[in-house]
């Protein structure tokens, strides 16, 4: 059974930082392209960041320069750190794996920005 377990989220002011974190279990974590996707209220689903096997990553334009996500495949944790946090980064962020035609979702964790 596969599960994806996001942990980290809260109540930040603007202009703080949050680390969120997604362990995995159930799958073959190495082999997996790890992403944190984001869902704002009457928005779509859209993806933050992402980090393949190999360890290449890529960002959301509204966050490159302020996320970073990164993975620890011994501890099958896959990570965003979360800097100079904005009102409109508010949402649920989602841990996802996927490889190939395999995808899988944590439950998510809600990021609250705001003074």
């Known amino acids: 059974q596969v599960q994806l377990v996001e942990s980290g989220g809260g109540l930040v002011q603007p202009g703080g930082s949050l680390r969120l974190s997604c362990a995995a279990s159930g799958i073959f974590f190495s082999i997996y392209r790890m992403g944190w996707y984001r869902q704002a209220p009457g928005k779509q689903r859209e993806l933050v960041a992402a980090i393949t096997s190999g360890g290449s990553t890529n960002y959301a334009d509204s966050v490159k320069g302020r996320f970073t996500i990164s993975r620890d495949n011994a501890k099958n944790t896959v990570y965003l750190q979360m800097n100079s946090l904005k009102p409109e980064d508010t949402a649920v962020y989602y841990c996802?794996?996927?490889?190939?035609?395999?995808?899988?979702w944590g439950q998510g964790t809600q990021v609250t920005v705001s003074s």
């Open positions: 996802n794996a996927n490889r190939v035609t395999n995808y899988y």
